[in-house]
């Protein structure tokens, strides 16, 4: 049955007890899903992504939903890094959980800056944003070139002592195996994707983009492909371990991203739809891996059949 199935994996040498993670920016800094169940119950948590200094983000409306999925401008909201490591990672650090931080900077130094304090703080893993598309500076303006991409990972694991740095890609590329061997080459110890796809929506009645900001960034189940492709080919371009996202909302969604080469999986809108869907996607995999007759779900990783 499920419960003799290992679930452990190890990230970048990070040890998680299981390979589901919860994505940044679906889960705050995780007071609220703290209220349903004990967050011990996840391997990793990626807490909203953080800037130097504190920011109030876009105006609204900056969430709509779409056919499975949604579309999102948030602009980073969060209240600085100081303010992280002072006030929200105490509680996270409650919990027998990897922390990541995930954060985004204006300038390379940013990133550096970042990395130092975060890593002095002892977070587990730094998680390095250069994918978000509703900010002008830093965000989409690095993660779609490979010097810049490059450029941001030497800094960032120039600053961050031992502490692993994982690349979050964006899938606002033509290729996305270019970034992924540039960021591998300036010394990234993991790489995540997908972030959201840039979309919009109009309002056909008032003839306006339904989002302030016009256009957002798409997440949720309609995703998944694009994502199970996209870490297919980075895992066949690249060395480093991977965690998968983008439209996990299932214990087979969660599989596949392992066949396709990813080590664990972050799960990510499906918490607005169901808090409890990261230990759902968990036991489900696991329930998975049982009917397989695997006795690890690491053996997952990397299995798709080549036709
Ligand atoms: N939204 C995303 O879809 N990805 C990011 O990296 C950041 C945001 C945001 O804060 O708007």
Redesign the pocket.
């Known amino acids: 049955d499920r419960s003799q199935v290992d679930l452990s994996v190890n990230l970048a040498g990070m040890e998680m007890k299981n390979p589901i993670v919860v994505a940044?920016?679906t889960f705050g800094f995780g007071h609220e899903y703290g209220e349903f169940y004990d967050l011990s119950e996840l391997g990793g948590i990626c807490a909203?992504?953080l800037t130097l200094h504190r920011r109030e983000?876009?105006p609204g409306p900056?969430i709509a939903e779409t056919p499975m999925g949604i579309l999102?401008?948030?602009?980073?909201?969060?209240p600085g890094v100081d303010y992280f490591i002072e006030h929200e990672l105490p509680f996270l650090r409650q919990y027998d959980v990897k922390v990541i931080a995930?954060i985004?900077g204006n300038t390379p130094e940013e990133y550096g800056v970042m990395c130092e304090k975060l890593s002095a703080a002892g977070v587990d893993m730094i998680e390095v944003?250069i994918?978000?598309?509703?900010?002008k500076a830093g965000?989409l303006a690095y993660g779609t070139r490979p010097e810049l991409a490059a450029e941001v990972t030497e800094v960032a694991k120039g600053h961050a002592g031992s502490t692993p740095v994982m690349v979050?890609l964006s899938p606002n590329v033509t290729d996305i195996t270019e970034i992924a061997k540039a960021v591998e080459g300036a010394g990234a110890d993991a790489l995540s994707l997908i972030?959201?796809l840039r979309g919009m929506r109009i309002d056909v009645n008032t003839r306006r983009p339904i989002l302030k900001m016009n256009t957002?960034?798409l997440?949720g189940p309609a995703v998944l492909p694009v994502a199970v492709r996209m870490v297919w080919e980075v895992a066949n371009a690249v060395k480093v371990p991977i965690l998968g996202m983008g439209g996990v909302a299932k214990g087979a969604d969660a599989a596949q991203m392992l066949l396709a080469g990813a080590t664990a999986v972050a799960v990510g809108t499906a918490c607005f739809d169901d808090p409890y869907a990261p230990v759902k996607v968990r036991d489900a995999l696991a329930q998975l891996a049982a009917d397989q007759g695997l006795a690890r779900v690491s053996e997952l990783t990397g299995g798709v059949r080549p036709w």
């Open positions: 940044s920016g909203k992504g983000g876009n900056r999102n401008s948030v602009g980073l909201q969060n995930n985004s944003n994918s978000c598309p509703n900010v965000g979050k972030n959201t957002g960034g997440s």
